[in-house]
């Protein structure tokens, strides 16, 4: 379903009809009419496509974020878990743990950062470990072709329990972290470990009929009752990053079914970006664009608070 060179840079530029649809519906609405609102941002990355820390800090502020999560890549390595190097940087450009250590150091107001490596390589743990003990305070971005229940998965899971971090993964079919279906048993095996669901098959498996995984974001009504909607209501160790194109176009391509879903799990859902450009603003920004749809279907600013920031707090202790 993707071809092994595929880019974000050139999935952004080949959806661009796509999030140019979500900008249409959110024309006329005003992302900073609520600037007393707390935004915490769980996912962007350092050097993403490029993009310098001056223009990250910019994007930040522009989007309304307090504070940022930082999400490293592993270590550039040419084996099969990073697609002999396509994969390599979470497939972005994105760079490790040592320059989001360093930029959270550097702006420590700004940034909080995260620690990750690619897990087959045979230092993996002990190199998440490295920045665990620095301060990290989420394992991932997890974004590598492995199985999700592999022997080495588990090392970082159980690592994950041990210094009581988060596990962040990015689910792609067929492409990073395989047998979503048999996730369920890791949730089950690991009960202790809180997990956040990201990317395109994470968000196109939200309804029942969601079942053509090459299908990566759909765009019909939503039947309740999908896979991931049952995870989120089934297992009290599974959370849900709305960021990206994936998880605006969970909000956007039924928004009464989006309404009800985040009434619904409004205590498992976190705020993300994971957006590449450097404007911060609607209608070119899907962090910008994701905010204005998460006020335009949550009047009740309780809800919006847990969102926003609340649910981060709480998971992340910050």
Known sequence: MIEEKFSRLKFITSTGLLLA????????????????????????????????????????????VSKTILQPSGRPADLASTHFGAGNGLQADAWGNETCYELAQKYPKKFLFGANEIPDLPNAVSEIEKYLKKGGIVIGESKFGVACDSPEMQKIYALAQEYDVPVLMHWEYKRYNYDFDRFYKMLEKFPKVNFIGHAMLWWASIGKNDVDHTIRYPKTKVVPGGYTDRLLSDYPNIYGDLSAGSGLNALTRDEDHAREFLI???????????????????????????????????????????????????????
């Open 21 to 64: 649809g979500a900008s249409l519906k959110l024309q006329g609405l005003n992302i900073t009419e609520s600037k007393d609102e707390k935004i915490i941002d769980i996912h962007q990355h350092a050097h993403y496509a490029g993009r310098t820390n001056e223009q990250l800090i910019a994007h930040q502020q522009a989007m309304g």
């Open 264 to 318: 619904r799990h409004q205590d498992k859902l976190l705020f993300g970006s994971d957006c590449i450009d450097t404007f911060g603003t609607a209608p070119k920004c899907i962090g910008a664009n994701t905010i204005a749809e998460i006020r335009k279907l949550c009047p009740e600013k309780k809800i919006r608070r847990k969102l926003f920031s609340a649910n981060a707090e709480k998971l992340f202790r910050i």
